[in-house]
């Protein structure tokens, strides 16, 4: 089963990602996460990346989409995967040929994201309100597309994801069949 999980920061995502996961013993991959990783890196790609993430901006398609592929021709992944970061932009889409079954949309309001992310204990270093300010932007500038993309092939689920996190993980389950 190939899932593709999209939202904006803050969204509940990854939180998601992992709970399906175990139910349906589905491997869970972020993007997000192999960045942050590969920031802590020190060489130059390494801290490259540490900037681009850190200024709240996108690594390029190019780059995104070399990464991706790499990690889904590990053998882990080869019968199925939840991915949440990507795809972000309709070129990474249309460069992307993966046999994707169903996208959910997990929505939630600007408003929601900055009191979810400035409300956590912990900030993360690329968490500055510069930051999250453009990422939100970038949201609805480029991957608002790639989720009208999905919409208009028939296997986008949009979830209301101002609801509590069980009640989420339910209606995603519902909607594969999984209950
Ligand atoms: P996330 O945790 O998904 O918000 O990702 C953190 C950061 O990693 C983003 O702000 C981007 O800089 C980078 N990133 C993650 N996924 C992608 C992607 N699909 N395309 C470009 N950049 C990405």
Do not use: C
Not at 7 to 19: D, F, V, Y
Not at 29 to 37: A, C, M, N, V
Request: aromatic share 8%; charged share 30%.
């Amino acid at each position: 089963m190939k899932i593709i999980l999209i939202g904006i920061q803050g969204s509940g995502k990854s939180t998601q990602g992992i709970a399906l996961s175990k139910k349906l013993g589905v491997p869970y991959l972020s993007t997000g996460h192999i960045f942050r990783e590969m920031a802590k890196e020190k060489t130059p790609l390494g801290r490259e990346i540490k900037l681009i993430i850190n200024a709240g901006v996108l690594i390029s398609d190019q780059k995104t989409l070399l990464i991706v592929s790499e990690y889904l021709s590990r053998p882990e992944y080869v019968k199925g995967y939840i991915i949440d970061g990507f795809p972000r932009t309709i070129n990474q889409v249309e460069n992307f040929s993966n046999g994707v079954d169903k996208v959910f949309y997990i929505k939630i309001s600007d408003k929601e994201t900055l009191w979810r992310i400035f409300g956590r204990q912990e900030v993360r270093e690329d968490e500055t309100m510069l930051a999250i300010r453009r990422r939100i932007d970038l949201f609805h500038k480029f991957t608002e597309p790639v989720v009208e993309y999905y919409r208009h092939k028939g296997i986008l689920v949009e979830i209301n994801g101002e609801q509590p996190i069980k009640a989420i993980t339910a209606e995603i389950l519902k909607a594969l069949g999984k209950e």
